[in-house]
């Protein structure tokens, strides 16, 4: 049965990592992809984060926050740059595939994280209980709705519940210097997650006074390599891109996080994983304190959250991941030893022991298809084509916009750099005042201003502009139409238009054919 329940694991980890790569977005366009992507690029090239030369040229007011994009804010420690929202930690470890393999193969890396997260959630739950239940847990997470959700964009949240789970590994196998890495590693990647550590740390304590210094030792120099970053990036070891801790954190958020989370959770993956809190008593009692030590994980993951700023998406489930993971673990434990281990009762005649085993089968995949068809109904495999257009709209600005142009962009301004390989403007913080002395000042100084917008953002522009600008009226046609989203308007278009000059259109779907996409160079 320990073989079976490999294979099932080792199936469950690739088809996950499949999914990862078949589904895939291949797009940092939004504020967190295009910051992890940014950064990771910014590493690979020795550099501590992104710059622009622009901005210590430019004459309007606010230079360095019209040249920061989304995902990013002004850098306190250098005039000429811009820091990371997001933690760089999950970018460092992008850099050395970004540096081997080229910018395209860090879309592979949270789909490799995913196979990883459902191998060691197998491990965790075989050393919990038995082989069968770790198959149930592996299963169990390949097709939970939140893991499918994320495993196909370029985001850290698998990568961070991947490394808790290798702590926990790491732990109940009395690996601590392994423990110690990987729980560096995690608070590199995810910082806010620091009283895991905590968590963690006390256990090894317990078990063993001289292991826990070695658990330290193994997890101390990414701690410092954490305050070293935001030094470098924020102006001082204790700050974030986040904002300060009064603001993320409060008790008011309890209630409403509580509620919400309690709801997805169960909406999502059943009421199953709550079975996690009975673990500690269906286990046996020499596992007993491992049961205890991921239900502290569990309560400490979910009390992080609990007081952290509400959000009103089920998708911000991804949170919880490393508690989710868990729960997993022990609710398929409880489930190994009450059922599979009464099948593999000497007492037990073979056909209880069948019927006992088909029943542990057919709850895994009764699981896993109640996971994969909310993850559908979810978009989970559909996410290719809502992020696809900062894809395509990089790719038009890269192939068809000259190598000097400068454009002006808020919501793609991570794609225009990323993909388009283009310096962006966002116009949001461009004074309402300058976008024609702004546009007049890039033109003659050997720049092609261009200006991208998403239809929906067309509205804003010229709210914010249209008073005060001729061009901010954008009443001529668009240069480039993408993917029936996206409109890139060339300034120099609006006098001829005026003149009476017919200006064409012309209308692209860069990715038409490709649908589940591909790591096409950016």
Not at 449 to 474: C, D, H, M, T
């Amino acid at each position: 049965m320990r073989l079976a329940s490999r294979l099932v694991a080792l199936a469950a980890a690739a088809a996950l990592a499949t999914t990862g790569v078949l589904y895939g977005t291949y797009a940092a366009g939004g504020s967190d992809s295009s910051c992890y992507a940014l950064m990771a690029e910014s590493f690979a090239s020795g550099r501590l984060q992104p710059s622009s030369p622009l901005i210590s040229r430019v004459p309007w007011p606010d230079a360095q926050k019209t040249f920061t994009p989304g995902g990013f804010v002004p850098s306190q420690a250098n005039p000429s740059a811009f820091a990371p929202v997001c933690a760089p930690g999950f970018s460092i470890l992008l850099a050395p595939v970004v540096k081997v393999a080229g910018a395209g193969a860090l879309f592979y890396v949270t789909p490799a994280a995913g196979a990883v997260l459902v191998w060691l959630t197998y491990v965790a739950g075989a050393t919990l209980a038995v082989p069968a239940a770790g198959a149930m847990a592996a299963v169990a997470i390949a097709t939970s709705p939140a893991v499918l959700y994320q495993i196909v964009q370029p985001m850290n949240d698998i990568a961070t519940t991947a490394l808790w789970m290798a702590v926990f590994v790491g732990l109940i196998s009395r690996r601590f210097l392994a423990a110690g890495v990987s729980c560096g590693v995690a608070l590199l990647v995810r910082p806010n997650l620091l009283p895991l550590a905590v968590v963690a740390s006390s256990f090894v304590l317990l078990i063993d006074r001289k292991k826990a210094v070695s658990f330290g030792i193994a997890a101390l120099p990414f701690a410092v390599i954490v305050l070293w970053l935001n030094a470098g990036l924020y102006g001082g070891p204790f700050r974030s891109g986040y904002g300060s801790l009064d603001t993320l954190f409060a008790l008011a958020f309890f209630p409403t996080n509580a509620s919400r989370y309690s709801h997805w959770l169960i909406e999502t993956q059943t009421p199953f994983p709550l079975l996690a809190f009975a673990a500690p008593f269906a286990v046996d009692r020499s596992r007993r304190p491992i049961a205890w030590l991921a239900l502290a994980l569990i309560v400490t993951t979910l009390l992080i959250y609990f007081f952290y700023t509400p959000f009103d998406d089920w998708s911000y489930l991804r949170f919880l991941l490393p508690a989710l993971a868990l729960m997993l673990v022990l609710a398929s434990a409880v489930v190994g030893r009450v059922v599979w281990g009464a099948a593999d009762s000497p007492s037990r005649s073979g056909l209880r022991q069948v019927a006992a085993a088909a029943a542990v089968c057919g709850m895994t995949i009764a699981l896993g298809v109640f996971g994969i068809r909310t993850a559908n109904t979810r978009f989970a495999f559909t996410m290719h084509a809502l992020e696809q257009r900062y894809r395509s709209a990089g790719s038009v600005v890269r192939e068809q916009l000259r190598p000097d142009s400068v454009v002006l962009s808020v919501w793609d301004s991570g794609a225009v750099r990323f993909h388009g390989r283009r310096e962006a403007l966002v116009w949001e913080g461009l004074d309402p005042a300058w976008l024609d002395r702004g546009v007049e000042w890039l033109g003659s100084h050997g720049y092609r201003p261009y200006i991208l917008v998403e239809s929906w953002e067309e509205a804003g522009f010229r709210s914010r502009f249209g008073n005060q600008n001729v061009l901010g009226k954008l009443d001529w046609p668009p240069k480039y139409e993408v993917d029936r989203v996206v409109r890139i308007y060339d300034p120099e278009d609006r006098a001829k238009y005026n003149r009476g000059e017919h200006v064409i259109t012309q209308y692209l779907w860069p990715f038409r054919r490709n649908p589940t996409g591909s790591p096409a160079a950016p």
